[in-house]
């Protein structure tokens, strides 16, 4: 006795649940078998949908050891539930091996789906039918061949009790163990909540009970006919909340089918071919709520490397743009240096130009700041801040701050702006960006151009007004691009320069576009940069 009592113990701590769960489980299982009893196989206890079977895959696939308990409640429900009487030796034998067979399914789901049954990708779902359609034949086999070996139902009837337990179990898992894999998790549970907390759910359940009310309307012969009305809830459901939508709108669609064949006339082969049809529209929501998922799931990745490549972009653009003032302070700094070292040896000495110098520095340090802080405000929300602004003298500051390095490298720089251009709305700050970018790369390009004489190296900027946009032009001497060039030149990280980072250009079109405007290039000779600037743009109304 004390040896029984050890290994029951055993059993109950294997098992992982108390006798009291155990109890309930039993008494759960025997109750979805008692609610499903509908339309038995004559002389047989084999039903179309076997709920029951979910909760026993359920079980031994998050506690494999349980198994006893399982065959303790198929055996519970053999003898409790059904209008049948079983000889005691074919239920016995009968429970065994439909707890075999589910035992497989759960080991096989295990195995090719991993514990959590995650049914979030297409190739989880059809994973899980294929399994669920191979366990539930080879329960029903087995349940056939030991109905058989029993004298229970003769070689005629095998087929017949094969086809009936298939699509009773088969259903059974399809439309039921995707709900315990909702319940098994908080997250899904917490994602279901949020689900009926949208007034569309509860639209899309009244869609489906209005359908199902449609078919069951119909004469007895004509009822499956409309029962492609159901589709509709389901595949919106799937469509509009994923997997979990598609799981909770197919239990629905079971639940009401049930209720409907036990309030409704109906015809015993109709209520088999309605199974068949759960059975698919089931499979077919989910398969569509794991390709909704997966797009979510897709989509999430995509903003997430967007977020990383803009801030890549972001720290490229900067690094860009703050390697000329910086590399300008480090001159003016050393100058200073100059001049300070010249004071210290000579009080006599002007102290106007270090002043000058100072404040040429302090100068730059502002410009980094404001770069560095626009640029970030950019890279953020695109955000622009516009204000009226003569385009001339933003042209004749950009021209002055790259005058010295043009004509370190031999360069002629020089601005054509028409008179009586009028105010545009911009963002100083960013266009000053775009045009140095535009200028630096002209000057680059125009004093590695060995095909001409150096005294026609040049750099001209225009600016003029056409109808409503103002268009600045830089144009330079070198050999200018040609078609192929013109079309890859705004690609990011894409330079020919020495070092260059390739974000210029890029950095430069989306600064352009944020106001409204284009930036394009011209085919050669000579290489031609446009970009337009509406005039109304950021006008106050």
């Known amino acids: 006795m004390s040896s029984l009592s050890a290994r029951l113990a055993g059993w109950r701590q294997g098992a992982g649940l108390g006798v009291a769960r155990m109890i309930l489980y039993v008494a759960a299982y025997v109750g979805l078998a008692w609610i499903s009893f509908i339309y038995p196989a004559r ?23 349980s198994w006893w308990l399982v065959w303790v409640a198929v055996a519970s429900g053999e003898a409790l539930v059904g209008s049948e009487p079983v000889p005691w030796p074919a239920l016995v034998l009968s429970a065994g091996v439909v707890t075999a067979g589910y035992a497989a399914t759960a080991a096989a789901l295990k195995h090719w789906i991993a514990p959590r049954l995650s049914l979030v990708t297409r190739r989880d779902v059809v994973v899980f039918l294929a399994i669920v359609a191979c366990g539930s034949l080879l329960g029903a086999m087995l349940r056939a061949a030991a109905l058989w070996a029993t004298d229970v139902v003769p070689a005629a009837r095998i087929p017949a009790v094969i086809h ?42 009244a869609v489906t009970g209005l359908a199902m009310v449609l078919v069951f309307a119909q004469p007895t012969g004509e009822q499956f006919k409309y029962f492609y009305l159901l589709f509709l809830p389901v595949v919106w459901a799937a469509a509009r909340f994923g997997a979990i939508g598609a799981v909770w709108s197919g239990a629905l669609v079971q639940l009401l089918l049930m209720l409907a064949v036990q309030t409704a006339p109906y015809q015993p082969l ?43 972009d972001m720290a490229a653009a900067l690094a860009h743009e703050l390697n000329q003032p910086l590399t300008a302070m480090s001159t003016y700094a050393r100058a200073s ?37 626009r640029l970030r405000k950019f890279f953020r929300d695109r955000s622009t801040e516009l204000q009226p602004t003569d385009i001339s003298h933003l042209i004749a500051d950009a021209v002055q701050s790259q005058a010295r390095r043009a004509e370190s490298l031999g360069v002629h720089l020089d601005s054509a702006c028409a008179p009586g251009l009028p105010p545009v709305w911009l963002d100083p700050v960013q266009i000053a960006v775009v045009l140095r970018n535009l200028l630096a790369n002209a000057i680059d390009a125009a004093a590695e151009d060995r095909g001409g004489p150096a005294a026609q190296r040049s750099v001209t900027v225009r600016a003029l007004q056409a109808d409503d946009e103002v268009i600045v032009t830089v144009v330079d001497s070198a050999r200018g691009l040609d078609t192929v060039e013109v079309g890859r030149v705004f690609e990011s990280r894409r330079s020919e320069k020495p070092g260059g980072m390739g974000v210029g250009l890029a950095i430069s079109r989306s600064i352009v576009e944020a106001h409204g405007g284009r930036l394009w290039a011209e085919t050669g000779p000579g290489g031609k940069f446009h970009f337009s600037l509406p005039l109304t743009a950021g006008v106050p109304s």
């Open 337 to 373: 240096q100059l001049m300070a070292r010249r004071l210290g040896s000579d009080p006599d000495a002007p102290v106007e130009p270090l002043v000058e110098v100072t404040d040429k520095l302090a100068d730059e340090a502002t410009r980094a700041g404001e770069v560095v802080n």
């Open 43 to 65: 002389g047989l206890n084999i039903t179309p949908w076997n709920p029951q079977a979910a909760l026993a895959v359920g079980l031994l696939l998050w506690q494999p050891r």
């Open 270 to 312: 109709t209520v088999f071919e309605l199974q068949v049809l759960m059975a698919a529209l089931t499979s077919t929501g989910v398969l569509l709520g794991a390709t909704v998922d997966e797009r979510e799931e897709a989509q999430q990745a995509l903003r997430a490397s967007l977020r990383l490549a803009a801030a890549g």
């Open 164 to 205: 009936r337990a298939f699509i009773g179990d088969g259903v059974g898992l399809v439309v039921t163990l995707p709900m315990l894999w909702v319940l098994a998790s908080r997250e899904r549970t917490a994602a279901t909540r949020a689900m009926l907390q949208a007034g569309e759910a509860w639209l899309i359940a």
